[in-house]
C-alpha cells in the first residue's frame, strides 16, 4: 500500500519521493522560508559607506603570506617559463 504524502513522517521524503512515486502533488506549505529569505535579500539595499579602518594598518598578514607572493611569482619571468614549459 502507498502513503499519501500526508501519511509520511519525514518532509523531505514527502516532498520529493512521494510525488514522483505516486504521481500526487506535496502540499505546500504556507510560509516559504528559502523564497522569504531570498526576496529579502534582492530587496536589501547594500550600504554605500566605507568602514573605518585604524590609522595604523599597513598591509595586511594574510595578503603579505598569499598575494604578494603570487604577485611576485607572476611578475617576474618564471610564470612565463613555466607556461613555455608546459607546452
Known amino acids: 500500500m502507498a502513503a499519501s504524502a500526508g501519511q509520511v513522517a519525514d518532509p523531505l521524503i514527502a ?10 502533488v506535496a502540499p505546500r506549505p504556507q510560509h516559504d522560508a528559502v523564497l522569504a529569505g531570498f526576496t529579502r535579500m534582492l530587496q536589501h539595499t ?5 568602514p573605518a ?3 595604523s594598518t599597513g ?3 594574510l595578503q603579505l ?4 607572493p603570487l604577485r611576485n611569482w607572476q611578475s617576474n619571468s618564471s610564470a612565463v617559463h613555466l607556461a613555455d614549459a608546459a607546452r
Open 15 to 24: 516532498a520529493m519521493v512521494v510525488p514522483l512515486r505516486d504521481g500526487v
Open 65 to 68: 603570506a598569499v598575494v604578494e
Open 59 to 61: 598591509v595586511a598578514p
Open 46 to 50: 547594500p550600504s554605500t559607506h566605507t
Open 53 to 55: 579602518v585604524p590609522a
